[in-house]
C-alpha cells in the first residue's frame, strides 16, 4: 500500500509539473502585455523606452526558458511570487481569499449529500412510481443547467421579488458564522445544484442494484424492516461508490467555482484568478491555477486511500502493486 501511495504521489507531482509549464506558456500567449498594463500604456503616453524598463524590472524580458526555471525554483520552495496588481505575495492574497471558497464548496456539499442521498434512496426504493420519475426530472434538470445560469436565475429572482443585492462586505466566517453563511448560501445553492442531481442520481442506480443482491433478500427473508434492510444494509454496503463520487465533486468544485464567483462578486479564489488573467498579473494567475490543480490531484489521492479503508480488497491489491 505504501507503494502505491508513493507511486500516486509520484504521478501527482508530474502531473502539477504538466500544469505549471501549460498556464506558464497560455499566459504568455494570450493578447497583452504585464508591462502595457501595468505602465498604462493604453492611454499613450509612456514610451517604448519607459516599456522595456518596466519589462526588465518584472523579469519578462528575459529568455521563456529562464522565467520558468526562475519561477519553478521558487514554486518548489512554496513560493509562488509577488502579485504585480497587489503587491502582496500571491500566497497572502490566496490565505484571505481561500476561506470564501472553502465555505461555499462545504455548504454546496453539505446541501448536495444531505438531499441528494435521501433522494437517490427514495427513488429507488419507489421506483417507478411518480415520486421516482419526479425526482429522475428534478435531477436531469440540474444536471442541464450550468451553474452560472442558474445564479443569474436566482440573482434575478432575489433582486425581482426581495430586492436583493450583493453584499458591499463579505464577512469571515469566523467573526459572523450565520451572517456570513447566510451571505453565501446562495452561490452555494447555484454551484450545487449539480452535484446534488449527480449524487441522487448515483445512489439511485447503486441501490437499484445492491437491491437485487441475494443478500438483500436474505434480509428481508429474516423479518427485518425495509427501513432497516435499506440504509442499514443496501446502502451501506453501496456506499463506496457515492463517496468516490463525492470525493471527486468536492476537488472539482473548487475549480468550478470561478464563473459563480464572478456572478455573486465573492471576493473568492475564482474571482482572484479572473482578474489576475485580465490584469495579465503572471505569479498571481499561475500561482492560483496551479494550487487549485494541486487541490484536485490531492483529492484524488484522498479518494483513492478512501478506497483502501473501506475495501480491504483493495488494500490487498495495492500491496500486490
Not at 506558464?24 to 509612456?46: E, K, N, Q, T, Y
Not at 516599456?51 to 524580458?61: F, M, N, S, T, Y
Not at 421579488?161 to 458564522?177: D, G, K, M, V
Not at 434492510?229 to 463506496?240: D, E, I, Y
Request: aromatic fraction near 10%; charged fraction near 15%; hydrophobic fraction near 55%.
Amino acid at each position: 500500500m505504501l507503494g502505491y501511495i508513493i507511486q500516486r504521489l509520484a504521478t501527482g507531482v508530474v502531473t502539477l509539473f504538466g500544469v505549471a509549464l501549460i498556464v506558464f506558456l497560455i499566459m504568455r500567449v494570450i493578447p497583452g502585455d504585464a508591462a502595457v498594463m501595468m505602465s498604462g500604456a493604453g492611454s499613450g503616453v509612456v514610451s517604448e523606452a519607459e516599456l522595456a524598463q518596466v519589462r526588465a524590472r518584472l523579469g519578462i524580458d528575459r529568455p521563456l526558458v529562464v522565467q520558468f526555471a526562475d519561477w519553478a525554483s521558487h514554486v518548489a520552495v512554496f513560493d509562488l511570487g509577488t502579485s504585480l496588481r497587489t503587491g502582496s505575495p500571491v500566497i497572502e492574497d490566496i490565505a484571505r481569499r481561500f476561506p470564501y471558497t472553502l465555505q461555499i464548496v462545504v455548504l454546496a456539499m453539505v446541501l448536495a449529500i444531505g438531499i441528494g442521498v435521501p433522494a437517490g434512496v427514495v427513488s429507488s426504493w419507489f421506483a417507478g412510481s411518480w415520486i421516482d420519475r419526479s425526482l429522475q426530472t428534478f435531477t436531469i434538470i440540474g444536471l442541464a443547467a450550468p451553474s452560472f445560469w442558474v445564479g443569474l436565475m436566482m440573482i434575478i429572482g432575489l433582486v425581482y421579488f426581495f430586492n436583493w443585492s450583493a453584499p458591499l462586505f463579505w464577512e469571515p466566517f469566523w467573526t459572523s458564522p450565520l451572517k456570513s453563511m447566510s451571505q453565501l448560501i446562495w452561490p452555494a445553492i447555484a454551484v450545487g445544484l449539480r452535484q446534488l442531481a449527480l449524487i441522487a442520481r448515483m445512489t439511485r442506480s447503486i441501490m437499484r442494484e445492491v437491491l437485487n443482491e441475494d443478500y438483500i433478500r436474505t434480509a428481508r427473508a429474516k423479518g427485518l424492516s425495509e427501513t432497516r434492510v435499506v440504509f442499514r444494509h443496501a446502502l451501506w454496503n453501496g456506499a463506496l461508490p457515492i463517496i468516490t463520487l463525492i470525493g471527486f465533486e468536492i476537488a472539482a468544485l473548487f475549480g468550478g467555482l470561478i464563473i459563480t464567483e464572478t456572478v455573486f462578486s465573492v471576493p473568492g479564489l475564482g474571482q482572484y484568478v479572473v482578474q489576475s488573467i485580465l490584469d495579465r498579473d503572471y505569479p498571481a494567475a499561475q500561482g492560483i491555477v496551479l494550487m487549485l490543480a494541486g487541490i484536485v490531484v490531492l483529492g484524488n489521492l484522498v479518494v483513492d486511500l478512501l478506497y483502501g479503508l473501506l475495501d480491504p480488497r483493495t488494500r490487498v491489491q495495492g500491496a500486490r502493486a
